[in-house]
């Protein structure tokens, strides 16, 4: 994103027209009386490794490189065990879609930038199959946050999901996930218990047969859960933390606790809430002061676990 001061460019750097690494020199050092500054305003660089390999990169071309670039390193890794963490560019804003996916959508440009990932995904599946790895491979497809709502129609939307990005509200924090493994995860599931990415690794670890790091962790191995989800999870809560607040939220069987609301990094408002999610999807509904006993058990769980961590949200 953008272009720092002290970005380092490689030998074979490619420069879009109008582009120089003489004029992007001068803009890093700040002598704007040598170029035009409005060149550069919203411009993005491409990087590999630490340096950069493309300025501005050409924002409608990433899925397909990202995907192409990741089937490369399939290819190299396949005769021995690999791991690919792939984070397309899309959805996040700017927002731009390749010519084969532009305007063909019915969810304008960000429904464009969603059917082009869904493509490539099933294009990168293909590719794990037609090479024999598919039944000897993990895919995790997931999120890291909800909708970025203030960008309107760039942003995305979690209804019936309360809110998004930057809020602790489910619309937030749930986000879609789809697990596959072929002959070894339950197929055709959808599972209704509480998971978290934090999950990921304890879970990945355990199928690897590698010990977890001798540091608490906070994620639980959800193996058996993935290979029957009839099993439960043994977990007692799941946490929110955030900036502003080391422990901001809490949820517990069908119980969600925000003691400091659903925005936790504003100071204007930080009113208590309690819902039940079982009952309220969409978190309307602020049962914290008809239910005092399950706020008291609640708080009393957070400090308990910052006690354990050593936390002082103070």
């Known amino acids: 994103m953008g272009l720092g001061e002290s970005h380092k460019f490689s030998d074979t750097a490619f420069f879009q027209p109008g582009y120089t690494l003489e004029k992007v020199k001068a803009y890093q050092e700040g002598r ?11 411009k993005d660089s491409l990087f590999e490794g630490d340096k950069v390999v493309e300025f501005p990169c050409e924002l409608s071309t990433l899925t397909k490189r990202y995907f192409d670039r990741s089937i490369k390193f399939i290819n190299e ?29 019915k969810g304008g440009l960000y ?33 890291d946050n909800g909708p970025w709502l203030r960008y309107g129609e760039h942003g995305g939307r979690a209804e019936p999901l309360r809110e998004g990005k930057s809020s602790v509200y489910e619309g937030g924090v749930r986000v879609p996930c789809v697990m596959y493994w072929k002959g070894k995860w339950d197929t055709g599931k959808i599972s209704n218990t509480p998971l978290s990415t934090i999950d990921l690794l304890p879970t990945i670890a355990h199928y690897a047969g590698v010990p977890l790091p001798r540091v608490p962790v906070d994620g639980v191995n959800i193996a058996a ?10 977990r007692k809560y799941i946490l929110f933390n955030s900036e502003g607040h080391d422990i ?25 809430e309690l819902f039940n999610l079982k009952e309220d999807i969409s978190e ?10 399950i706020v008291k058990k609640l708080t009393a769980e957070i400090e308990n676990y910052k006690k354990q961590v050593n936390i002082d949200n103070d």
């Open 32 to 42: 704007f009386d040598e170029i035009d500054e409005e060149l550069f305003e919203g």
């Open 77 to 105: 890794s396949k005769n021995n065990p690999f791991f690919l963490y792939l984070t397309p560019a899309m959805p996040h804003v700017p927002l731009a879609a390749s010519e084969q996916f532009l305007g063909k959508s």
């Open 225 to 234: 859960h993935l290979e029957n989800t009839e099993v439960d999870v043994e």
């Open 111 to 143: 429904g464009d930038t969603i059917e082009e990932i869904d493509w490539n995904v099933g294009r990168l599946i293909k590719h794990l199959k037609d090479n024999g790895l598919l039944e000897n491979t993990m895919v995790i497809f997931t999120s």
């Open 284 to 293: 309307t509904k602020n049962l914290y002061s008809q239910h005092p006993e």
């Open 248 to 272: 901001c939220g809490i949820r517990m069987g069908d119980w969600k606790y925000l003691p400091y609301g659903g925005f936790p990094d504003r100071e204007d408002d930080n009113t208590p």
